[in-house]
């Protein structure tokens, strides 16, 4: 039998931890509440001085001189919170003033914290006020990934050649949200990566073009035409898939007789890349071709080639009617689904085996 | 020697036992708590500040499709609707499944909604039970109403994964009601990780809140006892439960009223099981066994900050039936899968997250 020594050490330790518990739990709200009740006043008034001096210039001043007494703690809430509904004018002035108190040193001082934390807080900090392009610059090789996400994010403020080369090295990250970050940025930053972008093309192949162009198909941009084309032919169906996808935004001769090409691709993604671009790009001679696609084995691809044809017009839309009243079921089910006709039973089932 | 007598015999020797066993399960909850802590502190750090209006003018964040089943919902589906038509997110598209009600619960959305017949192009990739007409709203063209028979949830959710188009698909329950930045924050581990396959939210208690056009303006906590206790306990398995499993990289379950997964790898599972009672819960364990069983994405990550209010059971009679059916629901799940329970092959979920619940 347990003895009532260990029976009462059990409940002694049991006890200790909840009434250690209670007391930090209770000991954090009462302080949450006194200072949310102090603190209320104070940035009510803060604000109201800081909205004035937004609204005169002249007045930034003694703004500046009215808020530095504050904790940091409430001066980093005030700016951070007016931040957001600001633009333009206002939000340089907002910065001016919050540099004034002590708000861009500390935030430039925090990025060279050891802890993580810190640093992200100060790039946040940074990315509201902006500048600080040497600092922003050293943490897209900041060990924590949410660092470099966030100087990515700095870098839509502050477009340059020299940020877009960093985030498109940036496209190949271990972290997944640094390569969004990237090309999010680059997406934003629109012409000024593209040079950046033609670089990396012209080193890398394979996979490690992939997410280059994945950007270059939101950029439009006619000098991405030639690279799109060699890619097409690139030994990976994700590249000749995204190739194919930017070729269908810029056109010309040489892409659509490329794209024709890639309706023949032993990759079904390939296949239906081409297809959406040739529908995109409304080349009409494309119409027998997509056709053959009607009857493919993935549906997906039988879907893109049918929406596809469907605005090709005239054209399209007669090979499709053509299609809906034909033998082959899959063809016939993916024509009647685009022009909305009346299911044939038999060939959806037909279809589905 | 009475039953009684024998009870409380076995009882003193099996004493060491039972201390043994309330000092590893308290150990547990304890070294769960300090994980959920951590889980937690680095996560306000991750966030603080966070611009989340890039979501909304991003160009990359990915589709979500909301599914949202209906069954007899004629009281509450405007209001859950609007608060669906209200969320902040750039590529959303809204599926609201009704599945064969005998109410109003489509007039009401024909009327509110301007519903007009659509014939979208889709694949039925699950085989469910018959459409009887689809729908898009001509003054929300991200709403889209399909009309079926009658099948449970499993079914109708479904027939909205076979029509939704999007990347992301976020299965609730027609009587949940998000926060209209949810989806934002949300979407962030599928933009993190590439491994993650499902993640889940907070979900709070609606009951005694007041709820305007689809948003709750104002919590307030509930008058009645019962559901008082329920926001207790939603709070500790929300931000000491799931949190902490995070930690631990072994979160099994994604509630059903709140759930985002990546349509792909729900359509490679088959979708919802029609004959499991949780069949959230069994569908989450099937994702993450496939993940391990064919080396593709399996994580399932919670995130303690995006929101959905429900209202929960107000009385025991309610209360007892809700959970009965949670327990038959995990009791499924954990049998139909039970060659994962300390199989190594599946790592986390196998060593550590199923003897748990099977515990």
Known sequence: ?353 | MTVTDMVGAALVRLDWMVLIYFLAVNSFYGGLLLAASLELNDHVRKVWGESRWRMLSSDIAPSISILAPAFNEVATINESVRSLLSLYYPKLEIVVVNDGSRDDTMAVLTREYELASCHPIFEEQMETKPIRGVYRSRNHPILVVIDKDNGGKADALNAGLNLATGELVCAIDADTLIEPDAMQRMVRPFLDRDDVVAAGGTIRVANGCVVKSGRVIHARAPTSVVAGFQVIEYLRAFLFGRVGWNRLGGNMIISGAFGLFRRRAMIAVGGYAYDSVGEDMELIVRLRRRGHEQNGPRRVEFIPDPVAWTEVPESLRALGRQRDRWHRGLADALWRHRRVLLNPRYGTLGMVAFPYFFS
Not at chain 1, 7 to 27: D, N, R
Not at chain 1, 60 to 75: E, F, H, I
Not at chain 1, 273 to 284: N, Q, V
Request: charged share 20%; aromatic share 6%.
């Open chain 1, 1 to 353: 039998m347990v003895s009532f020594r260990v029976f009462y050490g059990a409940l002694v330790v049991e006890g200790s931890l909840i009434t250690g518990a209670i007391v930090l739990l209770g000991g954090h709200g009462m302080w949450v509440w006194w200072y949310a009740k102090w603190s209320r006043p104070v940035l009510d008034m803060a604000r109201t001085v800081l909205l004035d001096a937004l609204q005169d210039r002249l007045a930034s001043k003694r703004a500046s001189v009215l808020l530095d007494p504050l904790p940091m703690g409430l001066k980093i809430q005030l700016i951070t919170g007016l931040s957001k509904n600001l633009y333009g004018d206002q939000r340089q002035s907002l910065a001016a003033i919050a540099s004034d108190i002590g708000i861009r040193s500390a935030a430039v001082s925090s990025c060279g914290s050891r802890f993580w934390w810190r640093r992200l807080r100060g790039a946040r900090l940074v990315t509201l006020l902006g500048g600080e392009e040497e600092m922003m610059f050293q943490l897209f090789l900041d060990r924590n990934p949410m660092v470099r996400a966030q100087a990515a994010e700095w870098a839509s403020q502050h477009p340059s050649l020299a940020a877009a080369s960093k985030l498109v090295a940036m496209l190949s990250d271990s972290s997944g949200h640094c390569r969004f970050a990237a090309q999010d940025t680059l997406q934003r930053i629109g012409a000024v990566g593209v040079e950046s972008i033609l670089e990396h093309l012209s080193i890398h192949s394979g996979t490690s073009a992939a997410a280059a162009l994945a950007v270059a198909v939101g950029l439009r941009d006619p000098r991405l035409l030639d690279p799109a084309l060699r890619f097409g032919r690139d030994g990976s169906a994700r590249v000749r898939s995204l190739a194919a996808t930017v070729i269908g935004t810029l056109g010309g001769e040489d892409a659509v007789s490329l794209l024709t090409e890639l309706l023949n691709d032993a990759d079904a993604e390939v296949r239906a890349a081409a297809a959406r671009s040739l529908g995109k790009l409304g080349y009409w001679p494309s119409a027998v071709s997509l056709s053959l696609l009607l009857s493919d084995d993935v549906w997906e691809t039988r879907r893109d080639a049918a929406l596809a044809l469907q605005s090709l017009d005239s054209p399209g839309v007669l090979i499709l009617q053509r299609a809906a009243s034909s033998g082959d079921p899959r063809a016939s089910n993916i024509a009647r689904q685009v022009l909305d006709l009346p299911d044939d039973l038999e060939a959806t089932s037909s279809a589905r085996a």
